[in-house]
């Protein structure tokens, strides 16, 4: 069974960045899907951004494109989400989540594919 835990959320002023980190511990994370999500409150949880185990494929939330990108190194265990152009809207608890057996897909966006969450960093922006 794999752990994650997210790091690097903060307060930033819109318009600024910010890098989180998604580190698995227990199993390799080349096996396994992972998708960025966030919450703010009040709201649904939503997709951000997927990468493929290879870190070939990679989808965006319409949201975000162009202003966030996934990578991932999988000789570190690790997911990344670099968040740049961040706006007041962008706030929000960001969670990673990674599956060992989803097939790479439109099922991607959709958080009832995963089996495993991190307990989530929190971002906030100001304006």
């Known amino acids: 069974q794999v752990q994650l835990v997210e790091s690097g959320g903060g307060l930033v002023q819109a318009g600024g960045s910010l890098r989180l980190s998604c580190v698995a511990s227990g199993r390799t994370l080349s096996y396994y899907v992972v998708g960025w999500f966030r919450q703010a409150p009040g709201k649904e949880r939503e997709f951000v951004a997927a990468?493929?185990?290879?870190?070939?494929?990679?989808d965006y939330a319409d949201s975000v494109k162009g202003r966030f990108t996934i990578s991932r190194d999988n000789a570190k265990n690790t997911v990344y989400l670099q968040m740049n152009s961040l706006k007041p809207e962008d706030a929000a608890v960001y969670y990673c989540?990674?599956?060992?057996?989803?097939?790479?897909?439109?099922?991607?966006?959709?958080?009832?594919?995963?089996?495993?969450w991190g307990q989530g960093t929190q971002v906030t922006v100001s304006s």
């Open positions: 989540a990674a599956d060992p057996s989803l097939y790479y897909s439109i099922v991607v966006s959709r958080p009832e594919s995963y089996d495993y």
């Open positions: 990468i493929s185990r290879s870190g070939g494929s990679t």
